[in-house]
């Protein structure tokens, strides 16, 4: 049975940063991509960066040059490095893996098999 469980979140002020770190409790690398979505209250869960097995990386377009995604195999862990976090980045992020299927249509929740529990990002003004 494989796990995703994530850490880091937490209260931050406008234009600070947070580190999210997801531990998997299988290999990494058996997963392509692994991404991180997130959810605010009221709005529908979406996409907000994968890594594939080769680290090419993908991102929403509001969090492109803010936020980092990266994979470590070794440790069997993904994590998002958020700079510059704003109000509306207030939300619940998921770590998602893939098992299947390869990169594409790596936005879209359903072709994710695996979920974390989630973990809470809260952005003051």
């Known amino acids: 049975q494989v796990q995703l469980v994530e850490s880091g979140g937490g209260l931050v002020q406008a234009g600070g940063s947070l580190r999210l770190s997801c531990a998997v409790s299988?290999?990494?690398?058996?997963?392509?991509?692994m991404a991180w979505f997130r959810q605010a209250p009221g709005k529908e869960r979406e996409f907000v960066a994968a890594?594939?097995?080769?680290?090419?990386?993908y991102y929403v377009d509001s969090v492109k040059g803010r936020f980092t995604i990266s994979r470590d195999d070794a440790k069997n862990a993904v994590y998002l490095e958020m700079n510059s976090l704003k109000p509306e980045d207030t939300a619940v992020y998921y770590c998602a893996a893939r098992s299947s299927g390869g990169i594409s249509n790596y936005m879209y929740s359903t072709n994710y098999n695996y979920w974390g529990q989630g973990t809470q990002v809260t952005v003051s003004s």
């Open positions: 299988g290999r990494t690398s058996a997963f392509s991509p």
């Open positions: 890594i594939s097995w080769s680290r090419n990386t």
